[in-house]
């Protein structure tokens, strides 16, 4: 999605034609696009991007960049390739700041579902934010559903979008057995 003077960042549009609203107990960033032409620099980058990352994992890449963004930044995703590609859902639930460490998504949502299986269930994918040069990136995270407040508790910093696959009951236990070793 390219930029032009006057309009939203594709997350904040995407955000109004898909009707997607979420009602936010902590402050949500209102990020204003940093570029009101795309710079040299930051197509350079986008293309970058996709370069390294795009034939990683060609249909996860394909259906989060129509979803919105300009680039995702992906690991290597074994069985949750199909689990994604055949699951996921961009969310529209409220979302509420959770405890958490810094940059440990993926362990706070383990240590939370751990907590309370049969009320916090993970939600594993990717969340779209928007980068200080102002790329559009999807990346890896994990947050949790909270089944009795019908929230996502966000453990770390809030996204743009959450794009992911509410995991089964067998594969959250994997999940927390990979990331909490305590």
Not at 20 to 29: E, G, N, S
Not at 45 to 53: A, E, G, P, S, V
Request: proline share 4%; net charge positive.
């Amino acid at each position: 999605m390219g930029r032009s003077g006057g309009k939203r960042c594709s997350a904040q549009a995407l955000a109004l034609e898909k009707n997607i609203t979420r009602k936010v107990a902590f402050p949500l960033r209102v990020l204003p696009c940093l570029h009101s032409v795309m710079t040299s620099e930051t197509a350079q980058r986008i293309q970058w991007l996709k370069d390294r990352y795009a034939d990683l994992h060609p249909g996860v890449h394909t259906k989060l960049l129509e979803a919105g963004g300009d680039a995702a930044v992906m690991a290597p995703l074994g069985w949750f390739e199909t689990a994604f590609l055949t699951r996921a859902e961009l969310s529209n639930d409220p979302v509420r700041k959770g405890r958490g460490r810094g940059n440990q998504c993926h362990l706070n949502t383990a240590l939370y579902y751990r907590k309370n299986p049969q009320r916090y269930r993970i939600v594993s994918g990717f969340g779209l934010n928007q980068d200080s040069d102002g790329v559009e990136c999807w990346r890896s995270h994990s947050w949790i559903f909270d089944t009795k407040t019908k929230e996502t508790v966000e453990t770390v910093f809030p996204r743009d979008l959450y794009y992911g696959v509410l995991l089964t009951d067998e594969e959250a236990e994997a999940f927390a057995a990979q990331y909490d070793q305590s």
